[in-house]
């Protein structure tokens, strides 16, 4: 095991050291860029040079950059004052090779570029939005769109200076990752020349144009501001108020001050995200501009944001990863280094409610079949973006969050100093952070990390009694119940964990080297049950005997956050084929008075989960009369109006309870009550309303409701609002509707995620009805190249095998998109989703008998006793 393991790793760094073609060499070496642009939001196209200043340092006939999607005017290389003629030719994954008439080249070059393109309206390099009819110009280059921009060496070890400077029409502001160096203005023109940068990736550079107006950030000790579209200035509050505090804590923790010159953070239309940028953070506006009232979960949404992307002023910006496949590192720690501070410095956003999230997401792919190690070998003509997903963030977190306790937070502290110090302005690979880690605490970090980062999947652990004082733990890889590989995987495991004796809890910390093993806990008589995750450190399935459970929800032992997590193990051995669903179903009607929305949550995910799997084989009403003896009660103790303040469980118990309530004609009309009393009343409408929203829409869609939504999303000028009444409008089941709806989506000036969120609202209805599916399926068959010109691809294509409902559309798919027409990520997403729909067939054959005797005897019980 150890042996085939190695060689794994062999194999891996042997690849990485063969050239890859696609991928530039450093035989011609930047050391600085000067860019300039014509920059006019009006228009849809723009113009620019740029001058680059290379070191060719041993004889070359031809030398390559990066550069596609705009045309060359002009371009010549300079050497001193002597001029060599050069041709150029633009290759496939978006190369740029410079051949010059006479070869060779050595020494300094000067390599001069013109050039003109045209602005995206999706997001993806110089881009533009527009709000309340005026036009915005801004830009997102991770990972590979600065090539799509200007000529440049887009590749993130290519790090150095550059100097940017932009022309546009003189009313409008502009601003870059650095301070103004001097403006001039030219009749209706201005030109804006920035400060140099600090040594960057092409990644990282940024630049914006329009009517954008700003405020200052308080409390920081470098200029800052909040740059908004037109009229938005007073709804900006929350980031602008936290982000003094964030950045302290940051700098305290890397005792170092925040590293460049300035910090804007600016919030824009149709992004998705948020991008680091040095000094010019780009948010999606919902991040930056708040509604009237924000809920709780917005709010730390929105700390755990501007915390990340702050941190990667240091991990990321000030050191850079040397390649795309560590980008787990970069955003892993990112997430780490949030969650860490979010939990000191803000408790009150329940901070590990999100940790709870990311450990979800992470697992979504890490418990099939066809997940991969965190660290992906990337190679040139693969697209980075693939690679950014809950493996990348989640899992990455997790695991250094693990590793963090187990070397103490002192110790990983002094480490992040250290190579700080020594790699700033640099760029590394994980190895130098880890080995860094192993050489201050004296542990094998390593071995730990590699065990999480090179090995797929989850580890599955499980807690045995063994005697009064020892407890046996066994590990494997966890694996579906349709997955019939065999591994051998074996991870080397620190455990944070606490026994209870039937009097008091003990927390431990023990190290699991092998496949199984015993520990005794001398001192400690008559174990009554053991849990594997205090605090939710370690990243893994725990999973304890049938009988643990019901003693330890009961008890105050275990935090909230625990139970839901130890909870959520009975679901994961269901979906593994080891645990009876009706045991779960069971559990659920014995705790069905419980008022702890952790509990609750928990059984409301795994209620949805068997009644999605299980429905149409059982007699739907007898478990309505299940629903209303276990399901109602947990809705009504989680309550059916949302507050503010609450919890995301009781947010998340509620949406998925409605969702099992669905046909229940009493929770139609209380929820219709809500959803237009929301409707009337609130003066914006997010997120938190979406439970109600559906059944309105779906029950009573009408024209004039249609009429009413419309009008209301037409004058939204909240992001969060406008991206649910997007997906409300999807959710209208009248079939002219639906036709007209989707229509829409195609319309001038949507945002390209409201498009896709009006699909996704069509798509989220097959849940009750799958009649829809015979609407959308062929209009997507009919519009998918016009989609695919408003929306980005990448999120498109990751996000279409989510349409294949069950096998029967898989035809339809491969007919849509053949084998050799898919991208690499939309074939990941869809294997994924084979194997969910793999999962669900071999559970019905597996369970579907016991759980539609289970109800029916469930109905019979209830009767009688009643
Ligand atoms: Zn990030």
């Known amino acids: 095991m150890r042996f085939l393991f190695t060689f794994f790793l062999l194999f891996q760094s042997l690849i990485s050291q063969q050239v890859d073609p696609h991928r530039l060499n450093h035989n011609a070496e930047p050391i600085f860029q000067t860019i300039h642009l014509n920059l006019n939001p009006d228009k849809n196209d723009y113009s620019g040079s740029t001058i680059i200043s290379l070191k060719i340092k041993e004889e070359l006939s031809s030398f390559r950059l990066h550069g596609s999607d705009f045309n060359i005017t002009e371009i010549e290389l300079r050497q001193g004052s002597e001029l060599i003629s050069v041709g150029y030719e633009f290759l496939d994954y978006g190369l740029l090779k410079i051949k010059p008439i006479q070869a060779p080249l050595i020494g300094d070059y000067k390599l001069y570029v013109t050039f003109n393109g045209t602005v995206s309206k999706k997001g993806e390099g110089i881009s533009k939005f527009v709000k309340d009819s005026l036009n915005y110009i801004y830009t997102q280059f991770q990972a590979i769109k600065a090539r799509k921009s200007f000529p440049c060496f887009d590749e993130p070890n290519f790090k150095f200076p550059y100097q940017i400077s932009i022309t546009s029409p003189k009313e409008y502001l502009v601003v870059s990752n650095t301070p103004i160096e001097t403006e001039t203005v030219n009749g209706s023109e201005k030109t804006v020349l920035f400060k140099n940068t600090k040594p960057l990736p092409s990644y990282l550079l940024a630049f914006a144009v329009g009517p954008y107006e700003t405020t200052q950030i308080p409390g920081l000790k470098i200029p800052g501001r909040i740059i908004l ?145 965190i660290h992906r070998i990337v190679q040139g003509d693969d697209n980075p973006e693939d690679v950014f997903d809950g493996l990348t963030y989640a899992k990455s977190q997790i695991v250094l969050r693990m590793i963090e306790s187990w070397i103490g937070r002192d110790t990983f502290k002094k480490a992040l100093n250290n190579y700080f110090k020594k790699y700033k302005w640099k760029n590394t690979t994980a190895d130098d952070l880890i080995i860094t880690l192993q050489k201050v605490s004296g542990k094998n970090v390593k071995q730990v990390m590699n065990d999480f980062v090179f090995q797929a999947g989850i580890p599955l652990l499980k807690a045995n009694l063994k005697d009064a004082n020892t407890i046996q733990l066994t590990q494997q890889r966890y694996k579906g119940v349709e997955n019939g590989n065999e591994y051998n995987t074996l991870w080397h495991i620190p455990l944070s964990i606490k026994i209870y004796d039937g009097n008091t809890v003990h927390k431990k910390k023990i190290f699991l080297n092998q496949h199984s093993e015993e520990f005794s806990f001398p001192g400690i008589d008559n174990i009554e049950w053991v849990y594997l995750k205090e605090d939710l450190l370690g990243y893994f399935i725990a999973v304890v005997p049938i009988r643990f459970y019901t003693n330890m929800t009961g008890q105050p032992y275990l935090t909230k956050y625990e ?46 989960t068997i009644w999605n799997i299980y429905k149409e084989g059982f007699n739907a009403e007898d478990f309505s009369i299940f629903a209303n003896k276990t399901v109602l009660p947990l809705l009504e103790s989680v309550g059916y109006g949302f507050s503010l303040v609450e919890s995301n469980s009781k947010t998340n118990a509620r949406d998925l309870l409605f969702d099992v309530l669905g046909q229940n004609p009493d929770v139609i009309k209380r929820s219709n009550k809500f959803a237009n009393k929301y409707l009337k009343n609130e003066n914006t409408l997010n997120s938190k309303h979406r439970p109600y929203l559906p059944r309105l829409f779906y029950s009573e869609g009408t024209l004039e409701l249609h009429e009413e939504i419309m009008s209301r999303l037409k004058n939204s000028n909240i992001a969060d609002e406008r991206w649910l009444l997007s997906q409300t409008i999807g959710w209208f089941k009248n079939d002219i509707l639906v036709k007209k709806n989707l229509e829409y989506s195609l319309s001038a000036d949507l945002e390209p995620f409201q498009r896709l969120f009006i699909a996704m609202g069509v798509q989220s209805m097959y849940k009750w009805d799958i009649e829809n599916k015979q609407t959308l399926i062929p209009w997507l068959k009919q519009n998918y190249v016009t989609l695919k010109e408003k929306v980005s691809e990448d999120i498109l294509n990751n996000w279409l095998p989510f349409f294949v409902w069950d096998y029967d559309d898989l035809s339809l798919f491969n007919d849509l998109f053949p084998k050799d027409k898919r991208s690499r990520s939309m074939q990941k997403s869809l294997e994924k989703r084979i194997e969910t729909l793999k999962k669900n067939k071999k559970l019905r054959e597996l369970y579907g008998k016991d759980v539609k005797e289970y109800l029916s005897g469930f109905g019979k019980s209830v009767e009688a006793t009643q």
Do not use: C
């Open 229 to 373: 579209p037109k009229g938005n200035l007073d709804k900006s509050r929350i980031a602008k108020n936290m982000t003094a505090k964030l950045l302290t804590a940051l700098e305290n923790y890397f005792g170092m001050p925040y590293p460049y010159e300035k910090l804007d953070f600016i919030g824009v239309s149709g992004h998705g995200g948020a991008m680091e940028n040095p000094g010019l953070v780009v948010y999606m506006e919902g991040l930056l501009i708040d509604a009237e009232e924000v809920p709780l979960t917005q709010k730390r949404d929105i700390a755990y944001f501007v915390a990340h992307e702050l941190a990667h002023m240091w991990f990321g910006d000030l050191v850079t990863l040397e390649w795309w496949d560590d980008t787990w590192l970069n955003e892993g720690f990112a997430d780490w280094i949030s969650m860490e501070i979010l939990i000191q410095q803000f408790p009150e956003l329940k901070p590990r409610e999100q940790l709870l999230k990311n450990f979800n997401w992470a697992l979504w792919g890490d418990v099939k079949a066809t997940t991969e190690p």
């Open 563 to 608: 139970k839901n997590d130890l909870l959520s193990g009975l679901g994961y051995s269901h979906l593994a084929g080891i645990l009876n669903p009706t045991d779960i179903l069971d559990m659920a009607y014995k705790l069905r008075q419980s008022s702890d929305p952790s509990i609750i949550e928990t059984f409301a995910t795994r209620i949805y």
